[in-house]
């Protein structure tokens, strides 16, 4: 008798967290993950656009930053903006299938300021711009609010205050808190964050920590390892809202080993751990070192920038899923025609006789297929499948002693949906 082991479960991509199409109007957190108003899983990969400071309107740079594949904007504003001109800014990036997260930073570094911003959300004209948006919208409150001196009771009964009152004005929409510190302070998230979604009535909060965490401020490359890693274990509804490759003042003119940014890393542990990121930024720094282009455009894209966007295995073009909804505008009929069904079924098997494991999987339709191993850190270990294939019955195999004991990874791809699971290896 052969001797067969199955490992972990089925996974039937039929699968979806459904939720009642008149709970929330578009975005919402379940758990430690997005929704969107379809149930789709999504995981946010994109950048900063600083609209508030240049082409407020996000004409050309949406299109643009379009090309990388990025799924969210974050679009940098500021209170002096006016509802009409927000109201292009967002209608300008759900024209490029991207999910808009609108942010203010008048009170960066100032947690005194949240209810200043939240004066300016609340403001008649303004709410009217977020309910026209509201199935496509995120809210970030305020960007970076507080130094490093914020209590724990000053950061909660703040955002209690601003929780209540954007939720009185009739938004409904995820909102986005970043951490103190200049968005630095994982730790007041990881400790506040549980009492908030719960404060909140909707339910319908994201954490978002700014890893700008060189060693000179005492950050380790292991720091980011194990603070993600821990975040998914709290079930925080956490995302990396800002990261780059160096941090400093508007003057630093070379890269250091004092003022790096691992972002490779950090793109890596978002991937392993499922965790959203947005990199600062695409273009107009006071520093260049910031910027991921030089003028602004996909084909300026340089360096760090090129890696983040594109050609890292971990990068926003590789990773990136833009849901059915935010490119379409709609549910497809029932959420049972959603396109990640065309994928039926995937089974993986551990055959110990003869040392190979198959995937298995049936198609409804022609799909485009990326079957790909990667280990318990995210690098890319093997890329099985990469093609467009036909409807019905299809299997992979590998063979055991290819790869060394341990955890693993396997990330399945039918056209633009993506699923990542455990596959555990025992000789």
């Known amino acids: 008798m ?63 930053i379009a090309q ?19 109201d292009l800014a967002i ?17 960066t570094g100032e947690i005194d300021k949240v209810p200043m911003c939240v004066d300016y959300w609340t403001k008649p004209d303004v709410v009217d711009v977020l309910l026209k948006h509201e199935k496509f919208l995120l809210l970030n409150i305020a960007n970076e609010p507080g130094n490093g001196s ?18 009185e004005a009739g ?5 986005v808190i970043d951490g103190t510190d200049w968005g630095k302070n994982i730790d007041m998230m990881q400790a506040e964050g549980p009492g908030l979604i719960e404060f909140d009535p909707d339910h319908n909060l994201l954490f978002s920590v700014h890893m700008w965490w060189p060693k000179m401020y005492g950050f380790t490359e292991q720091d980011i390892i194990d603070e993600l890693a821990q975040s998914a274990e709290l079930n925080l509804p956490l995302i990396v809202g800002e990261f780059s490759q160096m941090h400093g003042s508007c003057e630093e003119n070379t890269i250091t080993a004092n003022n790096s940014i691992a972002y490779k890393t950090i793109m890596r542990e978002c991937q392993l751990n499922e965790t959203g990121y947005i990199a600062w930024s695409w ?15 996909f084909a300026s894209l340089y360096d760090w920038g090129l890696e983040v966007a ?64 990667y280990d318990a850190k995210g690098r890319l270990i093997r890329q099985l499948v990469n093609e467009t294939q036909a409807a019905g019955a299809h299997q992979q195999e590998l063979a055991i002693s290819d790869f060394a004991k341990g955890l693993y990874f396997y ?3 039918a056209d633009e949906h993506s699923y990542s699971q455990k596959l555990l290896i025992q000789h």
């Not at 990388?68 to 927000?86: D, Y």
């Not at 914020?150 to 939720?167: C, E, G, L, M």
């Not at 938004?171 to 909102?175: D, E, K, N, S, W």
């Open 2 to 64: 052969v001797k067969k082991i199955v490992f972990l479960f089925v996974l039937s991509l039929t699968s979806l967290t459904v939720f009642s199409q008149d709970e929330l109007p578009g975005f919402r957190v379940d758990g430690r993950f997005l929704y969107d108003a379809c149930g789709e899983k999504v995981i946010l990969r994109g950048v900063s656009n600083p609209n508030i400071w240049f082409e407020k309107n996000g004409i050309p740079r949406m299109a643009e």
């Open 68 to 86: 990388t594949g990025a799924n969210v904007v974050r679009i940098v504003w500021e209170t002096r903006g006016t509802a009409a001109q927000l």
């Open 91 to 107: 209608q300008n990036c759900i024209k490029e299938k991207m999910i808009p997260m609108v942010e203010v930073h008048d009170a």
């Open 150 to 167: 914020v209590s724990n009771s000053k950061f909660r009964s703040t955002y209690q205050d601003a929780i209540t009152r954007i939720r």
């Open 171 to 175: 938004i409904r929409v995820p909102l």
């Open 283 to 297: 273009f107009g720094n006071c520093n260049p070192f910031w910027d991921m282009s030089t003028k602004g455009t």
């Open 310 to 373: 594109v050609t890292d295995e971990n990068s926003i073009q590789n990773t990136s899923v833009r849901p059915y909804f935010i490119v379409n505008g709609e549910c497809k009929v029932g959420v049972e025609e959603l396109p990640h069904r065309d994928a039926a079924l995937i089974q993986h098997y551990t055959d110990l006789s003869s040392q190979r494991i198959s995937f298995k999987y049936s198609l409804k339709a022609p799909a485009h297929i990326v079957l790909t191993i």
């Open 411 to 413: 990330q399945f791809k």
